[in-house]
């Protein structure tokens, strides 16, 4: 039985365009995988601190050495870990903001890169991520346009990055979905209907791997 995790990380709830593109990817995800299980990881809402010093301390000792306020440090980490590795697929519907991943993002990504449990360092100084078979579709939303051969590509850090660190942690079946223009929604002229349904088939054929 397939199992997504949905991670969205915009805070605009319903009008987010990250998060209705996403809703219909899990339509039809549903859809292809009949009886499949979801859970959804609402990182807007979620009370996440910062990395801090008792997490990097727990983090870089080992797990007998690790102290009661090293294991509350490392808690809210273990479980993104725990939905990570229980998920066959991975969506990610985030916007961009300032050209890169929105700050609840990031601290997401430094509570799950955690040496020995999702990454390694071989003895030559090279990475190997512990996170294998896992298939992730990531869904982008922006104001601009930022896709191939545009007047803005080279100011997309997003993209490259969550692609970097996703190969890191060893996920390296990755789809983008670049969801650029929302722009055109501000005037409230262009139905957000309207926006979504040329990503139908992007979606459609993303969800049914
Ligand atoms: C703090 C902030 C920073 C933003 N930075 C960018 C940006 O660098 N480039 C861009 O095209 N749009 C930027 N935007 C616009 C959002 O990416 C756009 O509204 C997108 O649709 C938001 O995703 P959502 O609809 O899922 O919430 C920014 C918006 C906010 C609130």
Excluded at 18 to 40: C, D, H, M, Y
Excluded at 177 to 205: M, R
Aim: aromatic share 10%.
């Amino acid at each position: 039985m397939a199992s997504l995790l949905k991670i969205d990380v915009s805070p605009r709830g319903d009008h987010s365009v990250s998060r209705k593109l996403g809703n219909e990817f899990l339509e039809q995800f549903q859809q292809a995988n009949p009886g499949s299980t979801v859970i959804t990881r609402n990182l807007a809402t979620t009370n996440m601190p910062f990395v801090d010093l008792p997490w990097i301390m727990g983090a870089y000792s080992p797990e007998e050495a690790r102290t009661p306020e090293h294991k509350a440090a490392l808690k809210l980490g273990d479980e993104f870990i725990a939905e990570i590795k229980a998920a066959d697929h991975i969506l990610l519907t985030t916007p961009m903001y300032n050209f890169a991943v929105p700050a609840v993002l990031k601290a997401w990504i430094d509570h799950i890169c955690r040496i020995g449990q999702t990454f390694k360092v071989n003895a030559d100084g090279s990475y190997a991520g512990l996170i294998e078979g896992k298939k992730a579709t990531i869904i982008i939303a922006s104001s601009g346009n930022y896709g191939p051969g545009s007047p803005a590509e080279s100011y997309n850090a997003e993209k490259p990055y969550l692609k970097l660190v996703l190969g890191f942690l060893g996920i390296k079946d990755v789809t983008f979905v670049d969801a650029g223009g929302t722009y055109v929604l501000n005037s409230g002229q262009t139905p957000i209907e309207q926006f979504t349904a040329p990503f139908a088939d992007q979606l459609k054929s993303a969800a049914a791997v």
